[in-house]
């Protein structure tokens, strides 16, 4: 029943410490014990060596189905409202019909599409690099979900970067973090602070007598801002690589028809029409919340 169809309710999470509860994987091939001694992994709760590990993993077939992203992917308010709904119109879809699941679309080699063959969809590569030693390649599922969502806030913040943020509750000396949230959100990054030709400009300008940049306390050494600048500018790569993904699903989702022009004169300008085609047969598009969803062409 669960492989196929919507269930809501609780779901449970399983109560405990890492290493004695399971780890639940989709995979058959259940060799992690195996892995322990290579890669200075230990299953004791205590403060023995090593990076901590689940002493075993459970096999959990729904993981790979569509029913278990169909969990959240399918919203129903109380009052019975649908507000989203990509799990029901993928259950009356064409890729359900031939057993195309999300995760073939959305964690295979392409973003939003499938190559139309199980073996090819997924790469075999190693899925994690653990204590700098990468592990043996398997089915590799990319984890991305890029979709239409992209990131508002400021750099320094998101994507998730232990480097970057530092907790307002922790020491700033021992800390792995750079900044806490309320100094980032003070970084003027679009100024262009931190990086050679700002700091450039600055110096030249204070040095000829000119006023000084009010940055705030937390950013008034060039250092600290030459530190910012450092990870922000790791922080754009994800960003991008990210918005090229995003850019793939998108395209694989909306496909244009042909432009037809409907009326052209000179001074009123053209007034056309031209088709948009759901150009995936996974679900509609738009998908998902589409009441707050808005395309411009
Ligand atoms: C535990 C709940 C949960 C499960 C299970 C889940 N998702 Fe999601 N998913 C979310 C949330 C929350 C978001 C972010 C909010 C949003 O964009 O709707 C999200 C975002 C996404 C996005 C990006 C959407 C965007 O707007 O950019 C895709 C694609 C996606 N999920 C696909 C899947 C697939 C495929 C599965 C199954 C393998 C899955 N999800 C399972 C909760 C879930
Ligand atoms: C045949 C390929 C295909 C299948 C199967 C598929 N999707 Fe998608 N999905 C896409 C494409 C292409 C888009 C981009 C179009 C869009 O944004 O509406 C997309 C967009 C999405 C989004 C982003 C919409 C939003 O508002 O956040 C979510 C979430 C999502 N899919 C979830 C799912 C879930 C869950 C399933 C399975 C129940 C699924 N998809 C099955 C191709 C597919």
Redesign the pocket.
């Known amino acids: 029943m669960f492989l196929t169809e919507r269930f809501s309710g609780r779901l449970a999470l399983d109560k405990g410490n890492l290493v004695d509860i399971p780890v639940s994987t989709p995979n058959k091939d259940i060799r992690l014990l195996e892995l322990i001694g290579q890669y200075n992994l230990s299953t004791n709760s205590g403060t023995e060596s090593g990076t901590k590990i689940h002493k075993t993993a459970s096999f959990f077939k729904p993981m790979s189905s ?2 278990f ?2 969990t ?3 919203v129903l308010l109380y009052n019975g409202f649908r507000l ?1 709904e ?2 029901s ?3 009356r ?1 064409p ?2 019909r031939k057993g ?7 964690m295979g080699v392409q ?4 190559t139309g063959d199980k073996e090819s969809n997924y790469k075999m590569d190693s899925i994690a690099v653990v204590n700098g030693k990468p592990m043996p390649p398997r089915k590799f599922t990319n984890h991305m ?1 890029p ?3 992209h990131s508002v806030i400021h750099p320094g913040i998101f994507p998730h970067n232990d480097e970057a943020v530092r907790d307002e509750a922790e020491d700033p000396a021992t800390s792995k973090g750079l900044a806490t949230i309320r100094e980032w959100l003070t970084f003027d990054h679009e100024a262009g602070w931190g990086t050679k030709k700002f700091e450039k400009t600055e110096w030249k300008r204070v040095k000829k007598g000119g006023l000084r940049t009010p940055f705030p306390k937390r950013w008034k050494t060039r250092a600290e801002r030459q530190k910012a600048r450092r990870i922000l500018d790791k922080q754009f790569e994800l960003l991008d690589e990210y918005m090229k993904a995003r850019d793939e ?2 395209r ?3 496909h244009l028809g042909e432009v037809k022009v409907i009326k052209a004169t000179r001074n009123k300008g053209i007034e056309f029409a031209v088709e948009v085609i759901n ?12 009441g707050e ?1 808005t395309i411009f062409l």
Not at 280 to 290: A, M, S
């Open positions: 569509s029913a992203c169909g959240c992917h399918d989203e990509a799990f119109e993928y259950k879809s890729a359900a195309i699941t999300c995760q073939d679309c959305h973003h939003g599409a499938f979900f979709g239409p969502d699903v998108l694989n989702g909306f150009a995936t047969e996974g679900h509609g598009v738009l998908t998902g919340f589409i969803r």
